[in-house]
Nanobody, 125 residues
Framework: QVQLVESGGGLVQPGDSLKLSCTASEDTFNSYTVGWLRQAPGKERVLVAAISGGGGRTHVADSVQGRFTISRDNAKNTAYLQMNNLNPDDTAVYYC??????????????????WGQGTRVNVSS
């Protein structure tokens, strides 16, 4: 069972950038699709971006298209979420999640089997 640990969250101002990291416990990291999901207070958990096991296929939510980029380095068992031009609507707890790569690239939280503990991102002036 893969274990995921997120890092990189924090308090930033509107317009700033942050890069989140998700490090996995397994060397078979490339056999997992990785997603970044976020949950704002009082709202459901939604997918922000996802990337296939080999990194060749990505999905980015319309709400962050052009500002957020997902990537991975399988040699380091790590996935990343680069977030640019942040605004207060991006304030949320961000979770790294994974599912087996053979089922494709999940776009809903229910498709993910393994979860990190979350890292908080607060965008405020």
């Amino acid at each position: 069972q893969v274990q995921l640990v997120e890092s990189g969250g924090g308090l930033v101002q509107p317009g700033d950038s942050l890069k989140l990291s998700c490090t996995a416990s397994e060397d078979t990291f490339n056999s997992y699709t990785v997603g970044w999901l976020r949950q704002a207070p009082g709202k459901e958990r939604v997918l922000v971006a996802a990337i296939s096991g080999g990194g060749g296929r990505t999905h980015v939510a319309d709400s962050v298209q052009g500002r957020f980029t997902i990537s991975r380095d399988n040699a380091k068992n790590t996935a990343y979420l680069q977030m640019n031009n942040l605004n207060p609507d991006d304030t949320a707890v961000y979770y790294c999640a994974a599912h087996k790569a053979e089922i494709g690239v999940g776009t809903h939280a229910r498709e993910y089997d393994y979860w990190g503990q979350g890292t908080r991102v607060n965008v405020s002036s």
